[in-house]
């Protein structure tokens, strides 16, 4: 298995807005969580039950993000 780090962004769209043309200065916090891995018998639980794997797993991974 790949760890995967969840990473969240704070202040982004307001120091650069998609209708500027230029980056405002606004301060910009980034978050790290923890790190998490999607093993294989997770897979194989997922696909067992009928949940797509692929969305399962991103689904886990927005809520550790949501989370921070």
Not at 37 to 62: N, R, Y
């Amino acid at each position: 298995s790949v760890p995967i780090i969840p990473v969240k962004i704070e202040g982004s769209y307001q120091a650069w807005p998609p209708d500027a043309q230029r980056p405002r200065l606004h301060p910009i916090k980034v978050k790290i969580g923890k790190s998490l891995a999607i093993i294989p018998s997770m897979i194989q639980s997922w696909a067992s039950i009928g949940v797509d794997p692929h969305v399962a797993a991103a689904k886990m991974i927005h809520e550790r993000v949501a989370s921070l």
